[in-house]
Nanobody, 123 residues
Framework: QVQLVESGGGSVQPGGSLRLSCVAS????????MAWFRQAPGKEREFVAG????????SYVDSVKGRFTMSRDNAEKMVHLQMNTLKLEDTAVYYC????????????????WGQGTQVTVSS
């Protein structure tokens, strides 16, 4: 069993930066593909970024490529999402998810979720 806890959300002006973190409990963290999703009010949960078990492969939704960077530290059982050049449309609740096997971009594939952290970009 894996439990996930996100942190690092907050309010920022357009062009600003935030770093989200997700810490996992459990013994098998390194066997999970990890991802960040986001959900804005009235919208479906959207894939943002994913990272492989070893951390040597990442994937991003087109709208964040070049601005967001996902990383993981298996020793610390953590993943991070560095978000730069934030835009108004990045406003959402951001969720950390853990997946063993399945489609990285399909939220229904994920076995474990954190409670979410709010990111608000406003001027």
């Amino acid at each position: 069993q894996v439990q996930l806890v996100e942190s690092g959300g907050g309010s920022v002006q357009p062009g600003g930066s935030l770093r989200l973190s997700c810490v996992a409990s459990g013994q098998t963290f390194s066997s999970y593909i990890m991802a960040w999703f986001r959900q804005a009010p009235g919208k479906e949960r959207e894939f943002v970024a994913g990272i492989s078990w070893s951390g040597d492969s990442t994937s991003y939704v087109d709208s964040v490529k070049g601005r967001f960077t996902m990383s993981r530290d298996n020793a610390e059982k953590m993943v991070h999402l560095q978000m730069n050049t934030l835009k108004l449309e990045d406003t959402a609740v951001y969720y950390c998810g853990a997946l063993r096997v399945g489609s990285w971009r399909d939220p229904n594939s994920y076995e474990h979720w954190g409670q979410g952290t709010q990111v608000t970009v406003s001027s």
